[in-house]
Each structure stands twice: as C-alpha cells, then as structure tokens.
C-alpha cells in the first residue's frame, strides 16, 4: 500500500511538473501577457498584427523580436468570472468590458489602471477616439479604458423588400408619427390574410427604449445624478407607445411573435438571419452587423436610418473596450496593447473586418472605410454610422452612487409588468423612479464616502431645479448627466461659455 | 515506532488530500461565508487592492435588509411556488414506479393490446400524410411517437420503459432547458400547437352555452372547496375522537385548512363571495364542535400527539383547496375569456415563458416533468421490491381491492421512502432554480423567476455585495433547516407511526 502510495504521489509530482514545462508562459523567452475578449476569429488576425506592429514601433528585444508575446483568453469574457478573477489577483493583463458600466464597477473596486499619463504620452488618451464616448472611458477625467470597437446604433434597412411592396423611401430621420404610419402601411402590405405566424413580416425587430425615452426628453437619472428622472409624463406616453407599437399595432414583436421564427442561430442571433429573410424589414444594430450580411446573398442595397424620434433625434453609442488589470504582473505591456488600438494597424482591421466602427474616426474618412470596393450595396451605410456617432450619439448614463445595472435591473421589473399588462404606465414610471431612488439610498448609505458628494450635489440639483422653474439657463458645468447636456444644448437652455450662472437661493460651490 | 503507528501515519496519509480538500474547499468557504454574512463586505469596498480599507462587522444589517426590503420576500414567494410542484412531483414518481414495477410483457393480452394500439396508431399517421395533413405535423409527431413507444415497450419490454422513464435524470440540464425552451414557444411550440385546437373547441362550447352557467361554476367551486375543508376537518375530528391527534396538535392542522377561506374572502377575484366561505367555515367548525361534544367514546390524546400524521393531512387537502380556489374565478370568467372580438381572440394558449403569470407554472411544469423520471422513481422503485408479498396475500384474503391494497399495504410500507424523498425534495427544492432561470428566463419576466439561489447569485457576482449575499445564503440555509428538522421530528414520527 505503501508503495502505491509512493507511486501515485510521484506519478502527480511528475505530471505537474511536465504541465508547468509545457505550459506557455514558461517556454516564451519573452513576457506572456493574455488578452480576454470574446470569441471572435477575427482576435487571431488582430493579435499577429500586435506582434508585427511592436516590431515595427521598435518595441523589440535585442535580438528583434517583439517584446511581448501576447495571447488570446477566449473562456473568461463573462464579467461575474473576471470581478471574480480580479479581487483574486489572477486575472489576467487586458480585459474586454462592454463599456463605461462595467469599467465603473472595476474601477470602484480598484483592480484597473489609471492610464491616464500613458495615455497621453503614447497616443490614446480620449481625443484619439469619439468624443461621445468621454465618460464610457472616463470618470472624473481619468482614463482607465480604450476602444477597442466603437457602436453607435441605427436602424438597418432593406430597401429591395421597401421597393417591393411600393412603400418609402423610409426617411433618414423620422418621427414617432411617420414610423407609425409606415409601419401599418407596411404590415398591412406585406403580410396578406392567412400569413403563417413564423412567416409573418414585421416592420422593425425593435426600437431601443432608451433611445425612444431620450427622444422625448426623458433620462433615467436627473441633472445631478442623485436621483430617477423617469417618473415623468413623458416617459408614460413613450412607454405607452411602446405597447402600443408591439401589442396593438403589432408592427414590432411580441416576445412570442419572436419565439416563432424558427431561424438559425450565429453571430448576432436569429435577428440578422430573420433580416436576411425579410421578415424583418429592419432590424437595430451597429455596423458590427455586417459581419453577418456580407454572408448573406441577395441582399441587395442597405441603407441606415436614424431611430425614430419624439423631438429630440439621438441614438446610443457604446464601446466594446479594453483595460488593463492592476494585478498583472506587467501592467506596463498591457498598457502597449491599449497604444496598438488607437494605431492605424489596428484601425484598418476593424474597417476590413466591418467589426463596428474603428476606435479612431480619423480613419472613417478613407475610402477603403466609407466605400469598400468588394460591397458597393454597403456604399452609405459606413458614413453614415460615423454621421451618428459624432453628431446624435449619446453614450449610456451612469451614477456614481447607484451600479447601472442595479438601476437598470430595478426599472426593467417594473417596464416589463407593463408590457404585460399587469400595471399601468404611470405606476411603472413612479415605482420605477421610487426603486432606483432607494437603490441610490441604500448605496450612499452604505459607502459614506460617497456621502459629500451626493450632498453636495442634491443642492446643486435644486439650484438647477429653481434655475429651469424660473426660466433662465444653467451653466454647462452644473450637469453631470450628459444626456442632458446634450438635450438642454439642443433646446438652448445652457448658458453660453464664459456668462454668469444664475442667482438662485440655494448658495453653493460649483463642485 | 509499533507496527499500529505505522499503519495509522500511512492510513492519515492517504486520508490527508480528500481531508485536505474538503477543509480547504468546504469547511472554511461555508464558516467564512458566516462570518461574511455579518459584515459589510462589498467588493468594491473591500478586496486585496484596497489595503486601507478593512470589512466592518455591522451585526444584523445584512439579515434586517432582507427582512425590510421587498426583494428577498418577493424571491422566497417565487422559490416557495416552485416547491409547490414537490407533492404532485413524488406522487407522479410513485405512481410512474408502480407502473414500472408491473410487468408489461406479463401475459393477458397486454401485449397484443400495444402492438395493436401502436400499429392502429402508425396506420393513423400513415392516411394523415397521404392525405396531405401538413398543418398537423405536430399531430403527425405526437402520434408517431406514442406508437413507437408502445411498439418499443412490447420488444423491450420494462426495460425500455425503465430507461424511458428515467431518461430526464441524465440529460444533461442546460440541453433540457433549451428543450423546454422551443416546447414552450407561444406561437409553434409543441405545447401550445396541440392545446390551442383543444382551447378553440372549449371557446366554441362555452360560446354556444349560456354564461349563467358558469357562473354557476364559479360557486360550485367554492362550495366544493368548502367541502374539501369539510372533509379535511372531519378527518381531523376523528383523529382527535380516535386519540391520534392530541388537542395541542390540532391548532395548526386546523389553521392551515382555513388559509384557503380566509384568502378566498380577501383575494379579489372571489371577494365578492366572502359572506359564503366565512358562513360556510363558521357553520362547519359549529359543526364538528358540536359533534365532538356530543361523542362519549373519546380517546384521550397527548396535546402533542398525531402532530404529523395531522400535518400531512392538513397539507394535502390544502393544495386541493387552492386548486379548487384557483379554478372557481376561472370557471366564472369562461364566458368572457372565450367571447372573440375586435380586442379579443377568444381562449388562446399561454405564453409560457414571457407572461408574468405563466412564467412560473411553466418553469414548475419542466421542474415537475424531470422529477417524475428522477431517483425518486428509483428509490420507490426499490421500495416496492421490498414490500413482503405475504401482505398483499393476506389483503387479499381479506379481500381488499386494488385502492384498499395500496392504501392499507403499499402506502404504510413506503412511508419511510416517502419521507426521505420529501426531505431531499425540500432541501433541493429551497435551493434550486438556478439553472433554470439563468438559462430560460434570466429570472425575468418582472423578477417572476428569480429564486433564492439566483438572487445569491446576482448579489454576490453581479453587484458584489458578497456580506449580504453571504446573509441571504445564510437565512435560505436556516430555512432548509428549520424545514428539515421540523420533517425529522414531525414526519420520522409519522413514519414509525
């Protein structure tokens, strides 16, 4: 028994032993560093031109051989598995995130960079990339992320099913209104009587609610971000024509309208495939969706649409983006991956591959980006998503003192208890605001350093609140939320550079 | 160093690594996560990188925000309705045991009986395709694989059956939901395509009769409810006349009967006929109080004794009650639910997984469906092997019938069984969903499907806040707990009863 016990042991020495040897890290003769992301094939390209791009930047060894051999980590892209990996101390160097919500979450946990200085000093601080995406990789002007794609949303268009039943041209930007109408004309034309459920044809897949909220001049958080903004009679209307839209002129679909379709599965889901098939006749995406439509044949000229609006035309823009793990044993390397992003090298892939916008528009104004000779039905599309990103996109809003998920999660519960008909708009609207202000409660309650800062800006709240109530224009430096930056620019309530704020009761130090 | 040290270093030796393991990877994770319950531990507050920032003990905080908030109550409501599926789901594994313990191939015609039903069925298919019957290719499906199976059994026999049955058990979870997923699509789904024809023709029936009727089905299913609490009461009564059920023992039997009335006389949708259960409750409790006084054969009872043989039975005729009480609104509403109109399609099919009502009876049916072919069905199958046969001879020579054989024989033989297979189906009960809804319905619609286990989840690893989902982990524990010890100690009693 003994002996046996001698054997196993050795036998588990030796094999741990032989996969420590085997293992990459240890027969590099460079630093390995791993890059989480998604499983996309394109990541392969993009790394061996990492390696081809440190050669040609001179970030080589001696003997000329890039000083960094970086590797794909494709199993750990779900974010429970990297807040898990991270408070270890084994995460990995790059991490992917899906924008400003998740880096917001790591940063207050500190396990990112501040690469703020790096930034600067190599070339990809956030002048390098969309400027609506300041705070998806700021907070507080400290940059902890960079883009890695950049996406800014639209409506897909097929214009030979549009032509086919003798409807349109489908506006570039449109009204709540128009897209009604066009959208009954449409259901009524392209789906006879007798239409099987999984052959139906529907006008759109789906509006995002956030975009149509916004249109009407509604954000989930108020100037300051202390507080919901969504109990407002505005966002009653929008949530009621939202349901209408689905359940009663059935131009979008009903969850189980959806359930339906039989469709393959594959990059994007069963939505592109349905768009492929015409029964979507557009379909809500970013460029990314290209990927997929280049496989397709027979699909004809594209076109992209802005979504429709309540009077105040906008869209989301978003960022699939890197940062770079504090506990990594090279930091420093990772910091050169985010470099190789903002690079023309990097750029030409994500143009090439139609893998979203690149993260630096100025390689949006070639003509390999906005006219690639292969697609010439792609020809309009490009641009016009650049259009968007830099002149309706607003990025997603998030507040210091709730987790936008938590926000997101609490509002949602009580939106889709609507949709179902168990509550009444008005009800959704307040119980939601009264969820996300508790949430905001129970956080400042329970970190007291977020504490000074939420006083401080309730006061300012109520000082903007006296200033609109009153009439007069708030200084751009007051708000915080940057929908609403946008939205009182367009409405012209923001005080010009330079001018005086307002005399209000409440005094207050601008924070 | 005596030959006995000797054997004792190598036998902890070779104990050491599973020791060692399950220290390091059981033992101090569930204690730690005690102590976490009691702390503000956040992850964004607290982690390695923050060396400045130190975990606070702050007592009952954690377990008092579950209490006063509304999201712990809302998801113990949610895991405590899929438990409700448990004794339809042990019943179901009985009676699929039994079945599987009669042998299919045992002579009396049976075989030939299912070659006939399956070649009868295959023929049936057969003209369906011929004649072109490509809207019922779910009919076709249905029909094909209810042949099949009959024509399977009468080759292979119980053991086809057996392993028939106990194939949900080792599929693999996530390929089952996904399943379950297409069989519950509201538009072409298996489940809808076959009961939407059934509910058309109930809607033409209920149209082309006249809506007093079902109103009148309205309270004949709350008069049957007050009779269910009748019978349920009459039994209690005599336990306490027979002295098996002691005085003292009685009070909650008694309670949970009338938590059916008392929820029919505040539920709104049978408020309106709160004057007839709370008369009809009054008048039958009136009663047995009267019949009891009037008995002068009493035995006398401990106040404690018959607790769970009381409990057991209060328990069962509640769930009948509810069903009963559930059903009465939807009997009244028939008319209006069937009338189809320019608003209304009249009786259409559920959507499973996206309506907040359905989404969990639907989640409770898969839950329901995996349990009957499961090891319950094993062990009771087990359990009928060794049922004495001399039992069943001496029933018979006293000339019981099948139901009095069951009752009298096979019942009181498993109840140990039973007993084991409830306490395991609570604790897994309290403890699961997971699964499920990360991979059906992300606990959506409307938080409809979120349970204890994926709320732990989404505290501890979405938001972070590991001290508070250590406390919701920790009260869900206490609660399992509290229900097996109060199984051990009322149900063992029960069972050796």
């Not at chain 2, 902890?12 to 531990?41: D, E, H, K, Q």
């Amino acid at each position: 028994m003994k002996i046996l016990f001698g054997v196993i042991l050795t036998v588990l020495v030796a094999t741990s032993l032989g996969t420590y040897l085997s293992y990459p890290d240890a027969r590099s003769e460079v630093p390995v560093i791993y890059w989480v992301t998604d499983r996309n094939p394109a990541r392969v390209l993009q790394v061996q031109r990492f390696h081809e791009w440190l050669v040609k930047n001179g970030h080589v060894t001696e003997d000329g051989k890039p000083v960094v051999e970086l590797r794909l980590d494709m199993a750990n892209r779900d974010q429970a598995k990297q807040i898990i990996q991270t408070v270890s101390g084994v995460a990995s160097e790059v991490l992917d995130v899906g924008g400003g919500q998740a880096m917001r979450l790591f940063r207050q946990m500190e396990v990112i960079e501040d690469v703020t200085d790096e930034a600067l000093a190599m070339g990809f601080d956030p002048s390098q990339t969309y400027a609506a995406l300041e705070s998806e990789i700021t907070v507080d002007g400290r940059q902890y992320l960079f883009p890695c794609n950049v996406s800014a949303q639209g409506m897909w268009v097929n214009e030979a099913l549009f032509e086919s039943l003798g409807i349109g041209p489908i506006p570039a930007r449109w009204t709540f209104e128009e897209f009604e109408r066009l959208g009954k004309e449409f259901m009524a034309k392209a789906n006879p009587p007798g239409t099987r459920p999984d052959q139906k044809r529907f006008f759109a897949n789906s509006i995002p609610p956030v975009t149509m909220r916004r249109s009407a001049g509604v954000s989930m958080f108020n100037e300051t971000l202390t507080a919901s903004a969504l109990n407002d009679s505005r966002y009653v209307e929008v949530l009621e024509l939202q349901r209408k839209w689905i359940y009663e002129d059935n131009i979008l679909p009903t969850p189980d309208d959806t359930s339906a379709f039989a469709s393959e599965q594959g990059y994007g889901g069963p939505t592109l495939s349905l768009f492929g098939s015409g029964n979507y006749a557009m379909v809500t995406g970013g460029r990314y969706f290209l990927i997929r439509f280049r496989d397709f044949d027979n699909l004809g000229q594209l076109r992209v649409v802005e979504f429709p609006h309540g009077g105040f035309p906008n869209t989301t823009i978003g960022t699939r983006a890197a940062m770079v793990y504090t506990g990594a044993d090279r930091p420093d390397l990772g910091k050169l991956f985010l470099a190789y992003l903002a690079s023309e090298d990097y750029n030409e892939l994500i143009i090439e591959d139609a893998d979203a916008l690149p993260p630096n528009p100025k390689f949006t104004k070639s003509e390999a980006f906005l006219r690639p000779p292969k697609y010439p039905n792609e020809w309009g599309t490009h641009g016009q998503f650049v259009k968007m990103a830099e002149e309706i996109a607003i990025p997603l809003v998030h507040s210091p003192f709730v987790l936008t998920n938590v926000a997101n999660n609490r509002s949602d519960d009580y939106s889709e208890l609507f949709m179902a008909f168990r509550i009444s708009a008005e009800e959704a609207a307040l119980k939601s605001a009264q969820a996300i202000d508790e949430a905001i409660r129970d956080e400042v309650e329970r970190k007291p350093e977020l504490q000074p800062l939420y006083e401080e800006r309730l006061v300012l709240q109520e000082k903007i609140d006296a200033a609109l109530a009153a009439g007069q224009k708030v200084p751009a430096e007051w708000i915080k939320n940057p929908f609403h930056l946008r939205y009182y620019a367009a409405q012209g309530k923001l005080l010009p550079e330079g001018e005086a704020a307002p005399e209000t009761s409440a005094a207050v130090t601008t924070p | 160093m005596t030959r006995e040290r000797r054997n004792l270093i190598a036998g902890v030796a070779f104990l050491t690594p599973n020791i060692l393991g399950v220290v390091t990877f059981v033992v101090f994770p569930v204690v730690f996560s005690l102590y976490m319950a009691f702390t503000n531990w956040d992850l964004t507050l607290h982690n390695m990188f923050k060396e400045d920032a130190s975990v606070e003990f702050v007592g009952l905080e954690n377990f008092i925000e579950l209490v006063t908030g509304d999201r712990f109550p809302r998801f113990l409501g949610n895991t405590l309705f899929f438990m409700m599926g448990i004794p339809f789901s042990v019943a179901a594994s009985l009676i699929a045991a039994m079945l599987l313990s009669s042998d299919t191939r045992a002579g009396g015609g049976k075989n030939y009986l299912y070659l006939l039903s399956g070649i009868g069925l295959i023929a049936g298919v057969m003209m369906l395709t011929v004649v072109g019957a490509g809207a019922t290719a779910m009919t076709i499906l249905l029909v094909g694989a209810a042949a099949g199976i009959l024509l399977a059994g009468v080759g292979g026999g119980l053991t086809f059956y057996r392993t028939l049955f106990y194939t949900p058990h080792f599929v693999a979870g996530v390929a089952t939901f996904i399943l379950w997923g297409k069989l519950y699509s509201a538009t072409n789904g298996p489940i809808n395509l076959t009961l939407q024809p059934a509910l058309s023709g109930l809607g033409g029936v209920v149209n082309g009769t006249p809506a007093v009727l079902y109103s009148g089905l309205f309270w004949v299913g709350l008069l049957l409810m007050l009779a269910m609490f009748y019978w349920g009461s009459a039994k209690l009564r005599r336990m306490i006349v027979d002295g098996d059920l002691g005085k003292g023992a009685a009070v909650v039997p008694f309670g949970l009967l009338l938590i059916p009335v008392v929820v029919g006389c505040v539920w709104g949708m049978t408020r309106q006929a709160w004057w007839l259960l709370a008369l009809g409750a009054v008048a039958i409790l009136a009663y047995h109080a009267w019949v009891y006084s009037q008995r002068t054969d009493r035995f006398p009872a401990k106040s404690s004794e018959g607790f769970g043989s009381g409990f057991v039975i209060a328990l069962m005729v509640l769930v009948v009650q509810f069903v009963l009480l559930g059903l009465s609104p939807v009997m009244g509403a028939l008319p209006a639910m069937s009338e189809v109109s320019a608003t209304s399609d009249g009786l259409t099919a559920p959507s499973w997984l996206t309506d907040v009502g359905w989404a969990k009876p639907a989640l409770m049916i898969m839950g329901f469906w995996a349990a009957i072919g499961s090891n319950n069905m094993l062990l009771y199958l087990a359990a009928l092997t060794n049922v004495p046969g001399e039992l069943y001879e001496a029933a018979n020579i006293d000339g019981a019938k099948p139901l009095q054989r069951f009752w009298n024989v096979t019942w009181p033989q498993l109840a140990p069984t039973t007993f084991f297979i409830l306490v395991m189906a609570t604790i897994g009960g309290l403890q699961g969903g997971f699964e499920m809804a990360r991979v059906m319905t992300q606990g959506g619609p409307a938080g409809a499907t979120t349970t204890l286990s994926y709320f732990i989840y989404q505290e501890g690893f979405e938001t972070g806040r590991l001290g508070y989902a250590s406390a919701v982990a920790w009260a869900l524990f206490l609660l399992i707990f509290s229900i097996t010890l109060f199984n051990w100690k009322f149900g063992n009693k029960y069972v050796n009863d």
